[in-house]
Nanobody, 115 residues
Framework: QVQLVESGGGLVQAGGSLRLSCVASGSGFSISTMDWYRQAPGKQREWVAGITSGSSTYYANSVKGRFTISRDNTKNTVYLQMNSLKPDDTGVYYC?????????WGQGTQVTVSS
């Protein structure tokens, strides 16, 4: 069983920055790939970034060069540093991981970018 808890969202002006955190409880964090997704109002949830157990990172084209995903296995935490935020980045941000046959999602944290 894995539980994921996101935090760090908020309201920010365009061009600003936020850092999201996702703390995982349960076993196997250090060997799991972790992903960030987001969902804007009226839109489907979309993948934003991922980080493997070996800390290889991957980004959606829409955030490449602006967002940075990282992890601290000693704290069972994955981060998403978001810079140069745009109104299109507005949405609920979720972290997600897979363990065995199961997929786990956090409850999400709201990010709102004003123009």
């Amino acid at each position: 069983q894995v539980q994921l808890v996101e935090s760090g969202g908020g309201l920010v002006q365009a061009g600003g920055s936020l850092r999201l955190s996702c703390v995982a409880s349960g076993s196997g964090f250090s060997i799991s790939t972790m992903d960030w997704y987001r969902q804007a109002p009226g839109k489907q949830r979309e993948w934003v970034a991922g980080i493997t157990s070996g800390s290889s990172t991957y980004y959606a084209n829409s955030v490449k060069g602006r967002f940075t995903i990282s992890r601290d296995n000693t704290k069972n935490t994955v981060y998403l540093q978001m810079n140069s935020l745009k109104p299109d980045d507005t949405g609920v941000y979720y972290c997600k991981t897979d363990s065995g046959r199961f997929t786990y999602w956090g409850q999400g944290t709201q990010v709102t970018v004003s123009s």
